[in-house]
C-alpha cells in the first residue's frame, strides 16, 4: 500500500518567494495533518482536517501560512512570503477515522525547506 | 509549556540488551499515548500506543508502560538490534485529533 506521499522532498528558494508543498494522505483516511519540525520547537502541529475541512488550524504560525484540502486524496500547505525562520522540514500525516479504538497517524517523509 | 518531556537526548545501550525509553507528561487529560520511530530522512513510524485506561501493552519486542498517577510511560525494547537505532517519539492526545510530541531521544543499539 501506498503511505502518505509528500512533494517536493526539497525546496530551496530565496526570502520573499512563495512555497508550495504538496501532501497526498493514504486512501480512505478522513483525517490530515500538518507539522513541522525545527530543532528549537521539535514536532508540532500546524493544521488538521477531517473530511476536508479544516478543524484546528490553531498551530498556524501567521497569515503568511495557509492550508487547503480541495479534496480526499489531496492537500497544499502556502508560505506566502516566505522568510528564513521558516526554514524546518514539514510533515504530512493522514489517519483513519474508521473502526473501533484509536488509530494511529501515519507520516509522509516530509518537505526539507530552506529560505534563504 | 512543554507538556510531553523527553529528558534523556540521547541513549546508548549494547545488542541485545534492553533499551528503556521514557516519557513524562503534565496535562491529565491525555487518554492516549504513542510512541514513533524516526530514522534520518523519513518520516516517523508509528509503533506502539497505549490507552489512558491500560497500563501496558505489550507489541513483539516492544512494550510500553504507563503510570498515570507518576505521569510517566516508558517504552522497553528487548531485546535490542542494530536497526532499532533511530530517533523515538512519545506524544500523547486529549479527546480528539491533536497529539502532542517530546523532544525525541536517539537510541544507539552498539554491535
Known amino acids: 500500500d501506498a503511505g502518505v506521499i509528500q512533494s517536493p522532498r526539497h525546496e530551496v528558494t530565496e ?8 501532501c497526498k494522505p493514504i486512501s480512505g483516511h478522513d483525517y490530515l495533518f500538518w507539522y513541522r519540525q525545527t530543532m528549537m520547537r521539535g514536532l508540532e502541529l500546524l493544521i488538521y482536517f477531517n473530511n476536508n475541512v479544516p478543524i484546528d488550524d490553531s498551530g ?4 503568511r501560512f495557509s492550508a487547503k484540502m480541495p479534496n480526499a486524496s489531496f492537500s497544499t500547505l502556502k508560505i506566502q512570503p516566505s522568510e528564513p525562520r521558516d ?3 514539514y510533515f504530512c500525516a493522514s489517519r483513519s477515522g474508521q473502526g473501533v479504538g ?10 526539507r525547506l530552506s529560505i534563504l | 509549556d512543554q507538556q510531553v518531556k523527553q529528558n534523556s537526548p ?11 525509553l521514557n516519557c513524562d507528561y503534565t496535562n491529565s487529560m491525555f487518554d492516549y499515548f504513542l510512541w514513533y ?46 536497526g532499532d537505532s533511530a530517533v523515538y517519539f512519545c506524544a500523547a492526545r486529549t479527546s480528539g ?9 536517539q537510541l544507539t543499539v552498539n554491535p
Open chain 1, 15 to 22: 526570502m520573499g518567494q512563495e512555497v508550495t508543498l504538496r
Open chain 1, 60 to 63: 498556524m504560525p501567521e497569515d
Open chain 1, 87 to 89: 526554514s524546518a522540514v
Open chain 1, 102 to 111: 484509536n488509530q494511529p497517524q501515519h507520516f509522509g517523509d516530509g518537505t
Open chain 2, 10 to 20: 540521547s541513549l546508548s545501550v549494547q545488542e541485545g540488551r534492553i533499551s528503556i
Open chain 2, 37 to 82: 520511530k524516526k530514522y534520518p530522512a523519513e518520516g516517523p513510524t508509528f509503533l506502539i500506543s497505549i490507552s489512558s485506561i491500560k497500563d501496558k501493552n505489550e507489541d513483539g519486542r516492544f512494550t510500553v508502560f504507563l503510570n498515570k498517577s507518576a505521569k510517566h510511560l516508558s517504552l522497553h525494547i528487548v531485546p535490542s538490534q542494530p
Open chain 2, 97 to 105: 485529533s491533536r497529539l502532542t510530541f517530546g523532544e525525541g531521544t
